[in-house]
């Protein structure tokens, strides 16, 4: 896919969903990757070219592993070539320990990891002004979870397979998702054309702990891909109907309330971060 057609896909999205309004204050969550990098770099030149007054800012969680000053220098560049600031969080500081909770609890680490990042990427941008919070999850992204959550029967998550999630508590930020219409291969030739640097996918910040790359994410990927090469617009055509039907699975009575630890919102008495964590805080 050409520049200008990537890049028109994406702005349709921000524009149709109302991603960016003005005297928003937008921060781009950053792993490091091509598709957070797209995120971050689409919302500048958008914010940009149609002059809106509002500010981006990029986050990163840094997980203070081995791999983590490698990633955050890969960041650092990302985020001076679109000329917008950086903020760092570095889980050291938060007392927390990755290598305790991993040997306290049977989850694997990239759902704890993933937990970590749910809500941090929702406390700290708010603590620091975000009014939303951008991330980098593209179209195959959904189209999997897609498969995944009506092969297991999870029906109510197809309600957040959606460009923009809106706030359903004062301390939950919206969540936009501006790389709804596009993905996987789409971002990588945008970041290769663009010559924007990212780190690639086969370095899992989390090798450190035993974790490897989702194999069977990629065996999904290339399913959606092989459907696509006897189907011209298998995906966008999924998609868009996904999105459609995201209505239709939200639970309309799910209440928002205060972790009654932390006081961050969550829908159960104890959020699932301190569930985790509450006991590894030094
Ligand atoms: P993942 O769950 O790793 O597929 O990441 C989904 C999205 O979360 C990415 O596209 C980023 O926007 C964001 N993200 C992932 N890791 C980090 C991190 N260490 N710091 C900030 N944002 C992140
Ligand atoms: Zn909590």
Same mark, same amino acid.
């Given at each position: 896919m050409k520049v200008d057609l990537y890049l028109s896909r994406v702005f349709r999205t921000i524009k149709k969903f109302k991603l960016v309004k003005k005297g928003d204050v937008i921060f781009a969550a950053l792993s490091g990757g091509k598709d957070s990098a797209s995120s971050l770099f689409t919302l500048k030149k958008y914010i940009t070219e149609n002059k809106i007054e509002a500010t981006l800012k990029g986050f990163h969680i840094n997980f $203070?592993? +081995?791999i983590s000053e490698k990633v955050q220098k890969v960041i650092e560049k990302q985020t001076k070539i679109a000329e917008v600031p950086l903020e760092v969080l570095y889980i050291k500081d938060l007392g927390i320990s990755l290598d305790e909770v991993r040997k306290k609890t049977r989850r694997p680490i990239c759902s704890i990891c993933g937990t970590l990042k749910r809500y941090l990427m929702n406390k700290i941008p708010r603590e620091k002004g975000a009014t939303k919070l951008a991330t980098g999850h593209h179209m195959d992204d959904f189209l999997v979870f897609f498969f995944k959550n009506i092969l297991g029967k999870n029906y109510f998550w197809i309600s957040k397979f959606k460009p923009k999630i809106e706030s359903t508590h004062p301390k939950m930020l919206c969540k936009i998702r501006p790389l709804f219409m596009v993905g996987d291969k789409e971002n990588k030739a945008f970041c290769k054309a663009l010559g924007i640097p990212f780190i690639e &996918? %086969? @370095? $899992? +910040?989390?090798t450190f702990f035993g974790c490897k790359i989702d194999v069977n994410r990629e065996k999904w990927y290339q399913t959606i891909y092989d459907i696509e090469r006897r189907h011209k617009n298998f995906r966008a055509q999924l998609i868009s109907s996904i999105k459609d039907m995201s209505k239709f699975f939200e639970e309309k009575n799910r209440e928002i309330k205060e972790c009654? @630890? $932390?006081? &961050? +919102?969550? %829908?159960?008495? @104890?959020c699932s971060f301190c569930k985790l964590f509450s006991n590894s805080l030094s």
């Open positions: $203070c592993l +081995p &996918e %086969d @370095i $899992c +910040p989390y009654s @630890i $932390c006081r &961050e +919102p969550t %829908d159960q008495e @104890i």
